[in-house]
């Protein structure tokens, strides 16, 4: 995506003299160099250049240059692209690079690296090709695309996997139902997360606090009732954005109950 003259030739260790290869290219119209960036004179002709080549020879390709480029992300897009097969090994670089990309707020790129860390995701690691897939729907929904990340998080079963992941998957549905205007439903499937992490006070706490923001517009006293369970949950050592976040709700709360 930022290619240089030192990268392509870097990229090409069989070519006796990649440096003339590209003033090759430049002479012939086909690509342009500016302060040692590379792009060619016309997007088409970059897509013709991409097509014309064989799939196995373009995997090639895209393995060699997940070996040359620095940045993380780009190197996950990189190695997605050269492997057909599942690879666990590969689908946790790739899952670490969108959960990068989701701290840089590129949800598109995210959702297209989850998906990806999907693809090569073995059948047999169920918890983490579930992780995965939340991963996904959760980068969809901050995208807008509130139908795919219904339809990620509704298709996948979280039975018999840790509670952990039963509730973030609910806690997902709530924030779906969320952004399409159901308050109710997206209650019911908090509070259902709650029963599933019942015993994880830290989960219980977070889920509380979002419970909190949810009810509050609709039924004060209920909300109150999450907040006062959920500061008695919180620790507020290892989370201190939750604990104020609920004391601040508390005030409030209180304010609105008179």
């Given at each position: 995506?930022?290619?240089?003259?030192?990268?392509?030739?870097?990229?090409?260790?069989?070519?006796?003299?990649?440096?003339?290869?590209?003033?090759?290219?430049?002479?012939?119209?086909?690509?342009?160099?500016?302060?040692?960036?590379?792009?060619?004179?016309?997007?088409?002709l970059a897509s013709a250049v991409y097509a014309s080549v064989s799939e196995a020879r373009r995997r090639a390709l895209h393995r060699r240059l997940a070996e040359v480029v620095s940045d993380a992300e780009e190197r996950a897009r990189h190695l997605s692209q050269s492997l057909t097969e599942a690879d666990e090994s590969v689908a946790i670089q790739i899952e670490g690079a969108a959960r990068q990309?989701?701290?840089?707020?590129?949800?598109?790129?995210?959702?297209?690296?989850?998906?990806?860390?999907?693809?090569?995701?073995?059948?047999?690691?169920?918890?983490s090709l579930v992780r995965r897939r939340m991963g996904q729907a959760s980068a969809l929904l901050r995208t807008g695309d509130v139908a795919d990340a219904r339809r990620l998080a509704e298709g996948t079963e979280t039975d018999e996997l840790p509670s952990a992941l039963q509730a973030e998957r609910l806690q997902l549905l709530a924030e779906v139902e969320w952004d399409d205007g159901s308050i109710p439903l997206a209650t019911s499937y908090l509070e259902r997360a709650l029963e599933v992490a019942d015993g994880d006070p830290p989960l219980s706490a977070r889920i509380s606090a979002r419970l909190v923001l949810i009810t509050v517009p609709g039924d004060p006293a209920r909300a109150l009732r999450h907040a006062e369970r959920a500061v008695g949950?919180?620790?507020?050592?290892?989370?201190?954005?939750?604990?104020?976040?609920?004391?601040?709700?508390?005030c409030l709360l209180d304010l609105l109950l008179g």
């Open positions: 995506s930022r290619p240089t003259a030192g990268a392509v030739v870097t990229a090409l260790p069989d070519e006796p003299d990649g440096g003339a290869a590209i003033a090759e290219a430049e002479d012939a119209g086909v690509i342009v160099t500016e302060h040692e960036r590379i792009r060619f004179t016309h997007p088409l990309a989701v701290l840089r707020g590129a949800f598109d790129a995210s959702a297209e690296l989850f998906g990806a860390a999907c693809r090569l995701s073995p059948a047999s690691n169920r918890e949950q919180v620790d507020g050592e290892r989370d201190p954005l939750v604990l104020s976040s609920l004391l601040i709700d508390l």
